[in-house]
């Protein structure tokens, strides 16, 4: 049996929700509340010592990383494959994997934090903050938690995640340019999976067209990704009520500034 400890609106949840549907697969949800730190309490910490979600028990095993998940899921039920069958395919997906493990995750999560958990932290009284930062167990986590928070999208930490978007988007455009419906060919892979929710959580806080309105093929992959049943199972329809016009709303707020930075990052470096 398997079993995933989650939290509804987690981009690395999503992702392995969306794989585990593709495949047909059957599992058990905890939900880990992140907004009350629940993934710092001693028993999850036992199944993820880095206080994180998604973990995936699997024949009583957790299984941390929600690439490393993916990938799992995929060696132990192949029906239907989601990484192409030779190894230079296998090369080109995890190149996609590594664009989110290395810069699209931190860029998603200052992103939002920018946009919504700052606001909400500045609304806790100091004790509750406090317990919030030195609950954070990692030093370079912290550095950018305090500095999103003190800063917002002014954050060298958000701009980063601006430049991961905007060369994450450069090289869709290029590699899509071809016409292939997805990333590595006509095959939907983990490649695409891993895209899906960090290029979602843009779209509902009504900020993706920052970086994609002159990009014809990005769209046209949206389009498809976007009605695929495995995102609206694994994604959509996990929102809360009133989440979704919240994410647009707290999005909105932050886009001029946003939309200026990655203006800045093509003045600099494009
Ligand atoms: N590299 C990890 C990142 C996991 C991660 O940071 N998850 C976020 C939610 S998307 C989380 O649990 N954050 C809680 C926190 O930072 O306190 C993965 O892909 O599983």
Redesign the pocket.
């Known amino acids: 049996m398997l079993e995933l400890y989650q939290?509804g609106n987690?981009?690395?949840?999503q992702?392995v929700r969306i794989t585990m549907i593709e495949k047909g697969l059957d599992w058990k949800a905890h939900e880990?509340n992140?907004f009350i730190?629940e993934?710092?309490s001693p028993e999850y910490l036992k199944l993820n010592p880095?206080?994180?979600?998604?973990t995936l028990i699997s024949d009583g095993k957790p299984i941390?990383?929600?690439?490393l998940?993916c990938e799992y899921l995929d060696e132990t039920y192949p029906d239907p494959r989601l990484m192409p069958d030779d190894p230079f395919g296998r090369s080109q997906m995890r190149l996609w994997s590594k664009a989110?493990?290395e810069g699209l995750?931190e860029g998603v999560?200052e992103l939002s934090f920018s946009a919504m958990f700052r606001q909400r932290m500045q609304n806790m009284t100091d004790e509750q903050r406090a317990v919030r930062f030195s609950?954070?167990g990692d030093p370079r986590?912290r550095d950018r938690?305090m500095s999103t928070y003190q800063d917002g999208v002014a954050s060298p930490y958000v701009f980063h995640g601006i430049a991961a978007y905007e060369k994450a988007f450069k090289t869709m455009e290029n590699d899509l340019s071809d016409g292939r419906s997805w990333l590595m060919g006509e095959q939907f892979t983990l490649a695409d999976i891993n895209l899906m929710p960090l290029v979602a959580r843009l779209y509902y806080l009504d900020l993706l067209d920052i970086w994609i309105s002159k990009r014809s093929f990005v769209q046209d992959w949206w389009g498809r990704a976007k009605i695929r049943p495995s995102l609206i199972q694994g994604l959509t329809e996990h929102f809360k009520p009133g989440e979704v016009s919240e994410m647009k709303e707290f999005g909105l707020n932050i886009k001029t500034e946003v939309a200026a930075r990655h203006k800045d990052y093509l003045d600099q470096f494009g």
Do not use: M
């Open positions: 939290f987690s981009v690395c949840a992702k880990v992140l730190s993934q710092y880095k206080g994180v979600v998604p941390i990383e929600s690439t998940i989110v493990d995750f999560v609950n954070v986590r938690f």
